[in-house]
């Protein structure tokens, strides 16, 4: 069992930044692969970014390509997203998930992680 606790969401202009975290329980966490998603209002659920255990791969989507950035520090257990030049369109509910085995590459699909936190919310004013 893991769990997992987002932190580092808040109210923020268009440009500005935040850096999310993601504390997760556990002796095994560099086995899990850690993806950041989001979900705004009447929207569903959308990829935002991934990396693998050991961190040597990353994954994003192209709407964040060049702006967010994901990151691990295994010692810590811990999960991070860097989110620069955020826009209102960013605004959303942020959760990290972390999932053993996403089968080929299927890192995008919510369906394939196993474990999710409660959310933070992330607002960008225009």
């Known amino acids: 069992q893991v769990q997992l606790v987002e932190s580092g969401g808040g109210l923020v202009q268009t440009g500005g930044s935040l850096r999310l975290s993601c504390a997760a329980s556990g002796r095994t966490f560099n086995r899990y692969i850690m993806g950041w998603f989001r979900q705004a209002p009447e929207k569903e659920r959308e990829f935002v970014a991934a990396?693998?255990?050991?961190?040597?791969?990353?994954y994003s989507a192209d709407s964040v390509k060049g702006r967010f950035t994901i990151s691990r520090d295994n010692a810590k257990n811990t999960v991070y997203l860097q989110m620069n030049s955020l826009k209102p369109e960013d605004t959303a509910v942020y959760y990290c998930?972390?999932?053993?085995?996403?089968?080929?590459?299927?890192?995008?699909?919510?369906?394939?992680?196993?474990?999710w936190g409660q959310g933070t919310q992330v607002t960008v004013s225009s």
């Open positions: 990396i693998t255990g050991s961190g040597g791969r990353r």
């Open positions: 998930a972390a999932a053993l085995d996403v089968g080929s590459n299927y890192y995008y699909q919510p369906n394939r992680y196993d474990y």
